[in-house]
């Protein structure tokens, strides 16, 4: 059975959520390890970033660690499964851009992973202008959500096209994610499915001369 519920383990300042599966194992792990509590073998998984799912056996005290975000489990009495729920990792991190709009504070690349829809990043106009954040550690991407800009002239929403999104584990290792053709619009909330593993960076680059001026990025990973 599946329960109703979502645990939360904390490793330092790093919170990850899990859904439970009650009397299920996955089929397989790379690591067998015996430990104290669900929660311990919780962090565990949470410390190892290969790991996206994990099962604990409350009478043997057996943790299994898989590598499968979407695992393959069987029936098993005794056992609990937790799986990562992708969370946005973007937040908050540091991010730089090509440009900023008239060296304006309120046009900086970290207005892009603020949590705040009422702020934006802004380059100045450029060819392939660009924006990167450093998400400070190697995580599985699963999505990319881009918030394009929510007020001012059409043409504001419309500058948001020909855009690659690149990602990878370093600044010189990037591959890409997707290609918006575009043109958007204003208030739009774009969604990119984007299953890579071994990345750090991100990077939005428009491939022509233009402005580069979103509200928000959120990248969900495990």
Same mark, same amino acid.
């Given at each position: 059975?599946?329960? %109703? ?10 919170? @990850?959520?899990?859904? #439970? ?7 397989? +792990? @790379?690591?067998? %390890?015996?430990?104290? &509590?669900?929660?311990?073998?919780? !962090?565990?998984? #949470?410390?190892? /970033? ?13 943790? %299994?660690? =898989?590598? @499968? ?22 937040? =908050? ?12 504070? #309120? ?7 603020? $949590?705040? %829809?009422?702020?934006?990043? +802004? ?12 998400? *400070? ?8 959500? #881009?918030?394009?800009?929510?007020? $001012?002239?059409?043409? &504001? =929403?419309?500058?948001? +096209? ?8 370093? *600044?010189? *290792?990037? @591959?890409?994610?997707?290609? /918006? !053709? $575009? ?12 299953? +890579? *593993? ?20 959120? !990248?969900?990973?495990?």
């Amino acid at each position: 059975m599946t329960a %109703l519920f979502y645990i939360v383990a904390s490793l330092k300042s790093n919170q @990850q959520a899990f859904s #439970i599966e009650i009397n299920k194992t996955i089929l397989s +792990h @790379q690591t067998s %390890l015996v430990d104290s &509590s669900i929660i311990a073998c919780a !962090v565990l998984c #949470i410390s190892d /970033y290969k790991c996206c799912s994990a099962s604990y056996n409350e009478d043997s005290k057996i943790c %299994l660690l =898989g590598n @499968q975000c979407s695992p393959v489990m069987r029936d098993s009495a005794n056992f609990k499964t937790l799986t990562k729920q992708p969370r946005d990792v973007a937040y =908050g991190k540091s991010a730089t851009q090509s440009s900023v709009f008239e060296n304006l504070p #309120i046009n900086i690349a970290s207005r892009a992973v603020d $949590g705040d %829809l009422t702020t934006w990043m +802004h380059t100045a106009k450029e060819y392939m202008p660009f924006w990167i954040v450093d998400l *400070e550690k190697i995580y599985k991407i699963k999505r990319i959500e #881009i918030f394009n800009r929510n007020k $001012g002239y059409r043409i &504001s =929403g419309e500058r948001l +096209h020909d855009l690659d999104i690149t990602v990878g584990p370093t *600044e010189n *290792e990037m @591959q890409l994610c997707a290609h /918006y !053709v $575009g043109p958007s619009k204003l208030k739009d909330h774009l969604v990119f499915e984007c299953l +890579h *593993e071994d990345v750090r960076f991100v990077k939005l680059m428009i491939n022509s001369t233009e402005v580069l001026n979103v509200v928000e990025v959120k !990248v969900y990973a495990w």
